[in-house]
């Protein structure tokens, strides 16, 4: 197994990324990815390139001798991405309405408060 592959691995693992949201984001092949990852196909430039980038990397990053792999802590958490194919225009809309509620989730929450205490007498 390459070094490139070994990192991958290694950030694949550490970063808990699926191969199946790899194979989603590069175009290759769940099987063919597999058969990379795990060293029984070679990988060309091209497959290295598409996964670096799909990784939000460059290549050079999966080549080096002192790789090191980012913590998780790294990063902050609203950057988590997930990939769930094209929505339909009904997910769009409830999409664009989870959007809002959270937007402004401490107006809703508060609101519920002052509810909760003008029914129980406490204001």
Known sequence: MTKYIENVNAYLSQMKIKQTYISLKTG?????LSRILT?????NATDME???NALGQKMEFFLS???CVPQM????P?????YAGNPTEKQNEIAE??????ANIDEVMSAKYRF???SEGKL
């Open 78 to 82: 609203e950057k988590i991405v997930f």
């Open 50 to 52: 598409k996964i670096a």
């Open 28 to 32: 290759i092949d769940q099987k063919k």
């Open 97 to 102: 309405k989870l959007e809002k509620l959270m």
């Open 116 to 118: 909760l205490n003008l």
């Open 73 to 76: 802590h790294d990063y902050l």
């Open 39 to 43: 060293g029984a196909q070679d990988i």
């Open 65 to 67: 001798s002192s790789f």
